[in-house]
């Protein structure tokens, strides 16, 4: 059976309180929903062995400014300051499902808060565009969604890795180095 995805985007920045953009009239609004459940239902695929069984899968995708994920960093991870992205996951890891579970449809396995402010600094930083930025993120945060974590060098290393592969099937590349 072909996989499902079902993906809430939500624009929540101020596109007027991005200071720079990357290149002349560059937003985030540049990846459209359709794009980005295409890129969700690719990485998706490259992750099942990763995923819950389920008929399908559902994921919010909040882009947000820096007051925004400021606000959700202080209240969730009592950080008080902007981060590049934010993981709410839904399930526990090896959570028992029944039949019923399974067949019903989709299955929630989080939302994902971006900052658009950041991701543009971030992207001036690594010398590609924003939209790059964001992919990058968003891919960092599935990852955390189906329980993968960077507590060290090595698993962050491995990580990383994964992201690559997941932008490489949408046609993007990136150079850890």
């Known amino acids: 059976m072909p996989l ?3 993906l809430y985007v939500e624009d929540c920045f101020d596109e007027s309180t991005l200071t720079e953009t990357v290149n002349e009239g560059e937003t985030a609004s540049l990846i459209t929903t359709e794009t980005w459940e295409n890129w969700f239902h690719r990485w998706l695929e490259i992750l099942n062995p990763y995923l819950p069984p389920a008929s399908g899968y559902e994921i919010g995708l909040r882009l947000a400014d820096d007051a925004q994920i400021q606000a959700l960093n202080a209240q969730y991870r009592q950080k ?7 993981a709410f ?5 090896d959570l028992p499902q029944s039949e019923e579970m ?3 449809a989709p299955l929630y396995l989080g939302d994902i808060i971006v900052s658009v402010n950041t991701a543009q600094r971030q992207a001036q930083q690594q010398g590609h565009n ?3 930025e964001l992919a990058w993120l968003t891919a ?4 955390h969604l189906l329980g993968w974590d960077h507590p060290d060098e090595d698993s962050l290393m491995q990580m990383l890795k994964q992201q690559v592969v997941l932008l490489k099937s949408i046609g993007i590349t990136i150079d850890l180095e």
């Open 89 to 93: 996951a839904a399930l526990e890891a």
């Open 4 to 6: 499902s995805v079902e």
């Open 130 to 132: 924003l939209p790059t």
């Open 80 to 86: 008080n300051q902007p981060t590049d992205v934010l």
């Open 102 to 104: 399974l067949d019903s």
């Open 140 to 143: 960092h945060g599935l990852l």
